[in-house]
């Protein structure tokens, strides 16, 4: 992967991708059990900050060129504090992925395949990823580059060709459940924005290093709108979104598509595409943390790693005893822990490098 060099749109879609593989699962309706009403409100207020966060971290590396968080985190406290930050993110990609495939998997699981145990539903998942992951990860980012604008479009037209049947008069009361609600206890949905971890490890990756403010505002700005469709789609519609035993609200929206008497039952497409989607999604996540897991041991190849990382998000995969431990963590720790790793972590480390830099500027000038 180090050798391998992304342009400017792939990265763009590889940072969109997290942002949208939450959305395909339990992110809206936990968005909207949250905020009813406020819930397109809130999603604005917390992108403009996701937003402003994203153009934060773009000044912050502007000192460090062609360096990612694990070199940062180097130059900051050695290679025991970039061991431990290196090792902090490579859990935290590989369980909060683990823990989608289940999730993922067992919504699979419902609507298609009642009878077949969920092993053989996630292996089917974990080898196509170790295929994946054998070939190039320019492979994988071409793919995804084909396979999200598909995505996208479908999210654009699940809206539009639901119009008929929205209720526009469900996003009053405007402030939902009051403005502490939808400006304070809200802010947890920045949560919704993880894929900002991922630019801490873009830039020494990029094709044009130049324009790494451009990848990070517009992925992130694209996220916003992108959630802000999703979320608009399911609040007109339906009643703050009850529970459904379902593959994922937006699943249940696509299943009201009619498009006269031949084009019914879409939904078998949208799931089709999202699939797809999350294949991506995997890919691209264990192949970060297989590079992370490179830089921390000089490991030269990554065909050892490929058979260990496949195994071990098959393994954490399968953990949970039940649908309901996988949900729990999706809705109530992932949350927490994009906060306290992604935003906590690695802004902190971006800021003490700077601090750091000044002070060795300072010094330099002091004794000249």
């Not at 990554?302 to 996988?326: E, H, R, T, V």
Request: aromatic letters at 14%; glycine letters at 4%; proline letters at 4%.
């Amino acid at each position: 992967m180090s050798k391998s060099k992304i342009g400017t749109i792939e990265a763009i879609m590889l940072i969109l991708t997290i942002t949208v593989i939450h959305t395909m699962l339990s992110l809206p309706h936990d968005i909207l059990s949250s905020q009813k009403s406020a819930s397109i409100l809130n999603l604005i207020y917390v992108g403009f900050i996701a937003i402003t966060i994203a153009y934060i971290i773009f000044k912050l590396f502007r000192k460090f060129p062609g360096l990612d968080i694990i070199d940062i985190s180097e130059l900051v406290g050695g290679k025991i504090f970039k061991n431990i930050v290196g090792t902090i993110f490579i859990t935290f990609f590989v369980i909060s992925s683990s823990m989608l495939l289940r999730n993922f998997c067992e919504s699979l699981k419902i609507v298609y395949y009642p009878m077949t145990d969920i092993i053989f539903i996630i292996a089917f998942f974990v080898i196509a990823v170790y295929i994946g992951n054998g070939l190039d990860f320019s492979a994988t980012l071409k793919t995804n580059l084909i396979i999200l604008p598909i995505v996208l479009v479908s999210i654009i037209f699940l809206f539009l060709a639901n119009m008929k049947i929205f209720e526009p008069e469900k996003i009053f009361p405007i402030l939902g459940d009051g403005v502490y609600n939808t400006f304070v206890a809200g802010l947890i949905n920045i949560a919704s924005f993880g894929g900002i971890a991922y630019l801490y490890f873009i830039p020494p990756l990029l094709k044009e290093p130049e324009k790494f403010k451009k990848i990070a505002i517009s992925s992130i700005g694209t996220s916003v709108i992108y959630l802000i469709l999703s979320i608009a789609t399911l609040l007109f519609m339906f009643s703050f979104f009850v529970t459904v035993s379902e593959i994922t609200p937006l699943y249940t929206a696509a299943r009201y598509i009619e498009i006269g008497s031949f084009f019914q039952r879409l939904e078998s497409v949208f799931l089709l595409i999202w699939i797809l989607a999350f294949a991506c999604y995997l890919s691209i996540v264990s192949k970060f943390s297989m590079s992370i897991f490179q830089k921390l041991t000089n490991i030269q190849t990554k065909k050892p790693l490929n058979s260990i990382f496949s195994l071990l998000i098959f393994g954490i995969a399968l953990f949970p005893k039940n649908y309901a431990i996988s949900q729990f963590f999706e809705s109530k720790i992932y949350p927490w822990c994009v906060i306290i790793i992604v935003f906590g972590l690695g802004i902190s480390i971006l800021v003490l490098a700077n601090l750091l830099k000044r002070k060795q500027s300072i010094n330099t000038l002091r004794k000249e």
